[in-house]
């Protein structure tokens, strides 16, 4: 066969197909509306974690652990443990804050200044900052690990890590993130029926046509070919569906989303689907859509067979 | 020789024998007539050529092939050497006449700019050359019939096979179509037609084959 035919072939199908999707648009839409669905559970759930998962890299960069000191330990002193603390490996950076500073801040902050203004004493601790390595900001045991060890130390009356809670959502992370994977897993093998049964249906109003086909002398490729493309094309419209409906939801949700993190400090817009996770979703839901048809073509060729009933 | 059948029986998975023991030869350019009464056997033997059942003993040969041990992907090539003609025409309603006739080429892979010359001259052969456009449903069951013709023939098979071909038309079209076949015949194609229709035998005066409750009981040359 040479390369014309073949791709007239090809183009005739795929026109003919995207014709007869046309021609039954309610059955079409339904079962690419549901594919959609399908797929943009999964899709946005990922969108969600990688969102996430930049914002709580946002706070990891600023992590730090407060060493509240002892009252009676001095600036002098608190300095040469500052200087000293400056050498461990797992500390990027580490500040001080005197008591006259945190008072200043204190005030500015609470809104009790002349309440404060007429405390006699300065109660306030000196308090050292350590900024640790991302690398061990990102581990929870390097991180309890550091934060039990400066507790130990001498002037250091209490060590504490300001972002507990952040530790516990990475735990947690971990756990969503298999999660959207199994659900992405069930979803796919619900597309893979949905997409199976419209196949299957169209394949029991041909069946004629098919029969024919094998009697002049059609080969399996051949008959199987539109199926294939209306599997292919369903499964690409849905996936192109479900990365609508993502960014809808997405679009729907930036305003509030950046107007919690604002109150954290941060100024975070919401992504959603990168380009290469796009792709994925939308070539996941063509392929999907392909392997269904093909498997369920196969199934069904089976019956047109010499000897078999339908033939 | 084009077909050879040695000691072929067909029993059906339900128990049914429609062939025992069937013995015959058909030479390349013959046309021979398959007779018998309903049931005798005649759709089963058409089947095997066609292999739309395989054999359950003895040997099919079509064309130097061994039907039995045909390998399956080659089965849609082996088909494409025979044109098939069937009671009920089996047209698809959706497609216009021209496109119904070409669909064998369209199956082979021809070349779609001879497609139209080759699909026209089929159709100019069984004088629906005008009706084209039309789709089957529009016709009458003679012309449905003939595009049926027209689309076994459109791919130059060395044999053509029909099935009661005329069972469902009056006197005057199956005269014609039954012209059909002698006319192709004429020029070089192998026809094996099942009729019960036993005046066609005697008018034309082609060898038949006689079926009998699955048994070959005559091989005449002349009805």
Do not use: C
């Not at chain 2, 759709?43 to 039995?68: D, K, M, P």
């Amino acid at each position: 066969m040479t390369m014309i035919v073949w791709l007239t072939r090809h183009l005739q199908t795929l026109v003919g197909t995207l014709g007869d999707l046309s021609r039954n648009p309610f059955s079409s839409i339904l079962s690419i509306s549901v594919i959609g669905i399908a797929l943009a559970l999964p899709g946005g759930m990922f969108a969600a974690l990688e969102n996430i998962n930049k914002f709580t890299a946002e706070f990891e960069h600023g992590a730090k652990i407060s060493l509240f000191l002892s009252p009676e330990v001095s600036i002098i002193h608190a300095k040469k443990l500052q200087q000293s603390l400056a050498q461990h490996g797992d500390i990027k950076h580490i500040e001080m804050i005197t008591p006259d500073q945190a008072m200043e801040e204190f005030k500015l902050r609470s809104g009790l200044k002349d309440a404060l203004n007429s405390l006699a004493d300065n109660p306030l601790p000196v308090v050292l900052l350590a900024y640790p390595e991302d690398s061990v900001a990102r581990s929870p045991e390097k991180l309890s690990d550091l934060i039990n060890e400066l507790g130990k130390l001498e002037p250091v009356e209490l060590s504490q890590f300001d972002l507990e809670w952040i530790k516990r959502l990475t735990a947690f992370m971990e756990l969503a993130n298999r999660a959207v994977w199994v659900i992405a897993i069930i979803l796919g093998l619900g597309v893979f029926l949905v997409i199976g049964n419209t196949i299957r249906l169209a394949i029991v109003n041909r069946q004629e046509e098919i029969r024919i086909i094998k009697l002049i002398g059609g080969t399996d490729s051949f008959v199987r070919r539109p199926f294939l493309y209306s599997g292919l094309l369903q499964g690409l419209f849905g996936g192109l569906l479900a990365l609508l409906v993502i960014f809808l939801l997405f679009s729907f949700i930036s305003r509030p989303a950046s107007s919690l993190s604002s109150m954290y400090g941060i100024s975070f817009g919401l992504d959603p689907l990168q380009l290469l996770p796009s792709l994925i979703l939308v070539s996941s839901g063509a392929l999907l859509g392909w392997l269904s048809a093909r498997v369920t073509v196969g199934v069904y060729l089976r019956q047109f067979e010499p000897g078999k009933s339908q033939l | 020789m084009l077909i050879e059948f040695s000691n072929v029986t067909k029993r059906y998975p339900e128990g049914h024998e429609a062939l025992r023991d069937v013995s015959f030869v058909i030479d390349k350019g013959e046309m021979v007539f398959l007779t018998g009464h309903s049931g005798a056997g005649k759709s089963t033997l058409l089947r095997l050529v066609t292999l739309i059942e395989y054999a359950t003993r003895g040997q099919v040969i079509v064309n130097g092939q061994n039907l039995g041990r045909l390998k399956r992907p080659t089965l849609p090539y082996y088909r494409r050497q025979i044109g098939m003609v069937f009671q009920d025409h089996k047209l698809l309603h959706n497609l216009s006449v021209f496109d119904n006739v070409a669909l064998p080429l369209i199956v082979s892979g021809f070349h779609p700019r001879d497609l139209r010359r080759r699909v026209h001259a089929a159709l100019d052969k069984v004088g629906l050359l005008n009706r084209d456009r039309a789709k089957p449903i529009t016709l009458s069951g003679g012309e449905q019939q003939r595009v049926g013709i027209a689309r076994a023939v459109v791919n130059r098979p060395s044999l053509l096979v029909a099935d009661e071909p005329t069972g469902n038309l009056d006197a005057g079209l199956s005269d014609e179509i039954f012209d059909l076949f002698h006319d192709f015949n004429y020029h070089g194609v192998t026809v094996l037609v099942a009729t019960h229709d036993l005046r066609h035998i005697k008018r034309l005066g082609k060898r038949s084959l006689t079926l009998e409750d699955g048994r070959m009981i005559q091989q005449a040359n002349t009805a």
